[in-house]
């Protein structure tokens, strides 16, 4: 299949990366890689559909990514992977000798692991620039659930209108189930068997980079879990932290023990970030140089530096994300040419946070049990799509109130000449609400 075909196929598709970010992944099709990531790591503790899913279709997956390797003229695939997923891992060695082009990198056992720019230093010891894309250093990568949906866009013209999520924590029964977008968690909860405490929050992700939520919030391309846990927990009560109390809690307490640099998972590779700096200056009001504010543009927010690394309960990542965010609206763009690149720290072996240590330190352990995939997708009676679900620009509403559609019908069209992806119906029905932001259909 030639580049054109392909890139056309994944945008008309609606094809985005399904771990997260939601970026289109017609835009990371590019010649200039000669290496294509997998990336298996799910690093964040409790998520489970990547491997789940990876070991149920790893043929169909693997001849995927062989096609995209083909199409860019890339020479080498890598599986990354954690040797604890070994189900996966026996899934795809069971198929490697039908793609000469794939490997399986191991990863190792610790947080983030699943950071791509980590993923590819694990793989390859390619360091990606401060600021910098993947490409500079001639790697792409796509995680799990993005390359079988590039195979349902290939092989049967299906477009994203399912999500594979994650139901974990204070519930009955946790489970990975097939939603249609515009499910809400509380109806996924149900299906998990209820939950087990009264009183209880929803984080809709990871535990580490998700978000507290409502049970009205409702899946899109980007869902990955959701966690329900007691509404005491330390890590809800973290979430909810207001950020003008987490600025003078940091005035009164941060004894600049460097421990949040230390353990930072990018500052470890030679970039430039180091929390303890940033909170230094942040908290003492002096501006004078102007470095540890612009080094925000450089932090991933993985959150170990306050949720694993600070012993006086800080928040340098919530404060971090804070000043990178005004640092972007006020248009301040860095060029990574410019950057101060180290090398990879000598001690990083030694710093690295094992996972198991991880998820006790978040109180999780107790709820780190399977959760069974369940492969046939759920029926749902009403679905609320959003018309922005990547990052680019939003899709724009091409039916109106009343109309009947049915699944995998354009809904949201794509804006044209922008980076933007259409927006499909993911149940047959009628539409009964129509806005700039959202569309209701029911069955």
């Known amino acids: 299949m030639v580049l054109t075909e392909l890139v056309e196929i994944m945008k008309k598709n609606g094809v985005a990366g399904a771990g997260g970010a ?8 590019d010649k200039r890689a000669d290496t294509i990531i997998l990336n298996c790591a799910e690093c964040e503790p409790l998520l489970k559909l990547h491997r789940q899913v990876l070991e149920k279709y790893a043929f169909e997956i693997l001849s995927t990514l062989n096609e995209i390797a083909e199409a860019v003229e890339a020479e080498h695939i890598i599986i990354a992977i954690k040797a604890a997923y070994k189900g996966a891992v026996d899934a795809v060695k069971a198929n490697l000798d039908r793609f000469p082009k794939a490997s399986i990198g191991i990863l190792p056992e610790v947080y983030p692991a699943g950071d791509e720019v980590i993923t590819i230093y694990e793989t390859t010891k390619r360091v990606v620039a401060p600021g910098a894309l993947p490409i500079t250093v001639g790697v792409t990568v796509f995680n799990v659930e993005t390359i079988l949906n590039v ?3 290939i092989h049967n013209a299906e477009p994203v209108i399912t999500k594979y999520i ?4 204070e519930v009955k029964n946790p489970i990975t189930l097939k939603a249609p977008l515009g499910m809400t968690y509380a109806e996924l909860i149900e299906l998990a068997g209820g939950t087990t405490v009264s009183d209880y929050a929803l984080i809709g992700g990871g535990p580490m980079t998700g978000k507290v939520v409502s049970p009205t919030d409702v899946v899109t391309k980007t869902s990955n879990a959701v966690l329900v846990l007691p509404e005491n927990h330390p890590l809800i009560s973290k979430k909810l932290a207001k950020i003008q109390i987490d600025m003078k809690r940091a005035m009164a307490a941060c004894c600049q023990c460097r421990m949040c640099t230390d353990l930072c998972s990018r500052h470890l590779l030679g970039h430039p970030i180091q929390p303890h700096a940033f909170m230094r200056s942040a908290t003492s009001g002096v501006t004078k140089d102007v470095g540890p504010f612009i080094n925000t543009m450089f932090c991933s927010q993985c959150g170990i530096c306050e949720l694993y690394a600070c012993g006086q309960n800080l928040s340098p990542r919530t404060l971090i994300g804070e000043y990178k965010a005004g640092l972007r609206k006020a248009g301040v763009k860095i060029d990574p040419a410019d950057i ?15 996972m198991h240590r991880l998820t006790a330190r978040l109180g999780l352990t107790r709820y780190d049990v399977p959760a069974p995939l369940q492969d046939e997708t759920i029926k749902a009676s009403k679905v609320k799509i959003m018309l922005s679900q990547s990052i680019g620009v939003p899709a724009s509403a091409a039916v109106k109130k009343g109309d009947k559609v049915s699944a995998g019908q354009i809904i949201g069209e794509a804006a044209e000449g922008k980076l933007s992806m259409p927006i499909h119906a993911s149940i ?8 700039d932001k959202f569309i209701i259909i029911e069955a």
């Open 22 to 29: 939601g970026f289109p992944s017609y835009a990371k099709l």
């Open 428 to 435: 047959s029905g009628k539409v009964a609400e129509v806005n």
């Open 166 to 169: 994650t139901i974990a924590g």
């Open 151 to 153: 195979y349902k866009a």
């Open 340 to 354: 101060k690149f180290e090398q990879v720290n000598p001690q990083r072996e030694q710093r690295l946070v094992p």
